[in-house]
């Protein structure tokens, strides 16, 4: 097997990264051997929208009750949360202080519910998190504004780019790739004045123009639906690692798999 190429990746080592992004889209899942429970990796939750309104009620939605169990059990874990540049100069091997259980939550697409009934409940627990915005999304119906954005931003919250218009960015020709990636950078910082240095994927999808374009735009690091941990020697900064958290996921089940790391190599399916 090649786990050693894929995942000692040098952004430097173009022909090493090709070689990759090729081989991680032929391979489709990713198995994880995790050597040790120091070596285990910082966890990114990916959240979507947390509501108890029945009619917006989806795979994608927690009920506020879960949300706030989910978040005390992380508390009760001593897991405190971190932000994306953190957890970036972390995979290059800088300097960063950490907490002793360092946890990512992000949120994608930006919906309203993001504000009215994440952010108090986040809030409360001491915790921030990670909005990926779509960038023709501000100030739509349903959806953050720029208002409630820089509230949050202001509570320690950060703003990431998840393209223009949400399209599956591997089928986009070269000049739109571009322009969904630098368009969404550049709409994201124009709401928070400040710089938006990474990018979520959207659905996930991404092949090596994809990468390369999010790359070029000056982005810092890009989140993917990739499964499991992030650890530096492993993962590419550019296709950082999530746990997508849904309606119906056993969060006890995943909350003892983030706190018991497997003693010898396991499969991590998570
Ligand atoms: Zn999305």
């Not at 390369?212 to 296709?239: C, H, T, W």
């Amino acid at each position: 097997m090649h786990f050693g190429v894929v995942h000692n990746i040098s952004m430097n080592q173009i022909v090493v990264r090709r070689f990759a992004t090729v081989y991680l889209l032929l391979l489709g899942l990713v198995f994880l051997f995790v050597p040790s429970a120091t070596a285990q990796g910082i966890p990114v939750l990916l959240y979507h929208r947390v509501n108890d309104q029945e009619t917006d009620w989806s795979l994608l939605t927690v009920s506020t009750a879960e949300f706030s169990r989910q978040l005390q059990l992380l508390r009760n874990h001593g897991f405190q949360t971190i932000t994306p540049e953190q957890l970036g100069t972390f995979m290059r091997e800088e300097q960063v202080t950490l907490p002793d259980k360092p946890l990512l939550i992000t949120f994608d697409d930006g919906h309203t519910d993001n504000y009215t009934q994440a952010f108090p409940l986040l809030k409360n627990a001491g915790y921030s998190a990670t909005i990926f915005m779509v960038g023709i999304n501000f100030d739509r119906a349903n959806r953050l504004t720029s208002a409630q954005i820089r509230k949050m931003a202001a509570n320690g919250f950060s703003l990431g780019a998840h393209s223009m218009t949400h399209p599956i960015l591997p089928k986009l020709n070269a000049p739109k790739l571009r322009a969904e990636v630098i368009g969404s950078k550049k709409k994201a910082e124009e709401v928070i004045r400040a710089e938006v240095g990474y990018f979520a994927y959207p659905g996930g999808f991404y092949n090596l123009a994809t990468v390369e374009a999010v790359q070029m735009a000056g982005f810092q690091g890009a989140f993917s639906v990739l499964s499991g941990l992030n650890q530096p020697k492993r993962d590419n900064i550019y296709l950082l690692r999530r746990i997508p958290i849904f309606r119906y996921t056993d969060f006890d089940q995943l909350l003892e798999k983030l706190i018991e790391p497997p003693s010898k190599p396991s499969l991590l399916d998570y």
